[in-house]
């Protein structure tokens, strides 16, 4: 059964420096979105990316954070600047017809 | 603000001891509900959805339920591999796919 993939699995960063999360949507689906969860959190929605565009961001999601599709499979995450509270699990999910489908997920640690 | 409050927040069950998790919502124009389950340090993995006030769905021991105003996850004979957190989402008739996620119930149940 075709899966959202994530890569990495785990990283760590020093507060400042830029990261890039990758994911590998699901081959035929057309909606794409990131959410984080801070440890004991909720999962909090990011953004939504719909032919190369974004839909929809939350408050969450500033002018430190952009996504881009660059090519045909792979979705990434970038934050350009990281902040101590931007330590959470990043999720990416792809969506066709109104199921999203997650995958297993960043935990990013920024020090 | 759309809000989605999961009850109870930790549920202790013996094996073969049936009960029901509760999600409320308050969601201008519903157009899905959503039941995930969470295993530790893993990405959401969806169950069911539900769009409309009287729909149920059903998959081996998981039943779901959706009021105007709530959604019940119903486990019956429960085994230990159904220990995990249980996530509902709600999408909201206006967005481009933004879920808005309760803070999960954690199920265990002892052998």
């Known amino acids: 059964e075709p899966e959202v993939t994530q890569t990495p699995s785990h990283q760590v960063t020093q507060m400042g420096q830029e990261v890039i999360l990758r994911c590998v949507p699901i081959s035929n689906h057309l909606y794409f979105y990131w959410y984080r969860q801070i440890l004991g959190q909720k999962v909090e929605f990011l953004v939504s990316f719909y032919n190369n565009e974004i839909s929809e961001k939350s408050e969450i999601f500033d002018d430190q954070f952009s996504v881009e599709r660059p090519d045909g499979s792979n979705f990434t995450l970038k934050i350009r600047s990281t902040k101590l509270e931007d330590s959470a699990m990043y999720f990416c999910a792809s969506q066709r017809s109104e199921t999203q489908y997650f995958g297993p997920g960043t935990r990013l640690l920024v020090l | 603000e759309d809000q989605v409050t999961q009850s109870p927040e930790a549920l202790r069950l013996q094996e073969g001891e049936s009960s029901s998790l509760n999600c409320s919502y308050t969601?201008?124009?519903?157009?899905?509900l959503f039941w995930y389950r969470q295993d530790p340090g893993k990405g959401p993995e969806f169950l069911f959805t539900l769009y409309s006030a009287g729909e149920e769905k059903e998959k081996e021991r998981l039943k779901a339920t959706l009021t105007k105003k709530e959604s019940f996850l119903h486990i019956t004979a429960p085994k230990p591999e159904d220990s995990a957190t249980y996530l509902c989402?709600?999408?909201?008739?206006?967005?481009?796919?933004?879920?808005?996620f309760g803070q999960g119930t954690i199920l265990t149940v002892h052998p």
């Open positions: 969601v201008s124009g519903l157009r899905g």
């Open positions: 989402a709600a999408l909201r008739g206006t967005s481009y796919g933004k879920l808005t």
